[in-house]
């Protein structure tokens, strides 16, 4: 049997990046400002953030505009959402084997 630490994400070891692909989960798409204000952090630090996991093929990034201003949304990707999927049921199979 698999150790079920060992099927964790390292990629999704932050809180911030959790509290992100938890919030895409819940919703189609969402953009920076409702993000930054969700996770009360810095527009830096969820740039960085953000743009690790985009590297990696997890986030999907569309910039457009609303009006004469910019608009950048976030989406899942397949693999993304399959990664993270994988990473709450070891989370899960690791909660269950403590009870």
């Known amino acids: 049997m698999v150790n079920p630490i060992n099927q964790l994400n390292k990629l999704f070891d932050s809180r911030v990046r959790l509290g992100i692909l938890s919030a895409l989960m ?7 400002n409702e993000l930054k204000e969700l996770l009360e952090i810095t527009d830096g630090n969820l740039a960085s ?11 999907k990034v569309e910039k457009g505009f609303i009006g004469r201003k910019t608009n ?3 989406k899942l990707t397949k693999v993304g959402e399959k990664a993270f999927k ?11 084997a403590t009870k």
């Open 86 to 96: 994988e990473h709450i049921e070891a989370l899960e199979k690791m909660i269950k």
């Open 49 to 59: 953030h953000l743009k690790a996991l985009e590297d990696n093929n997890i986030i």
């Open 72 to 74: 950048t949304t976030y």
């Open 26 to 32: 819940m919703n189609n798409s969402i953009n920076f």
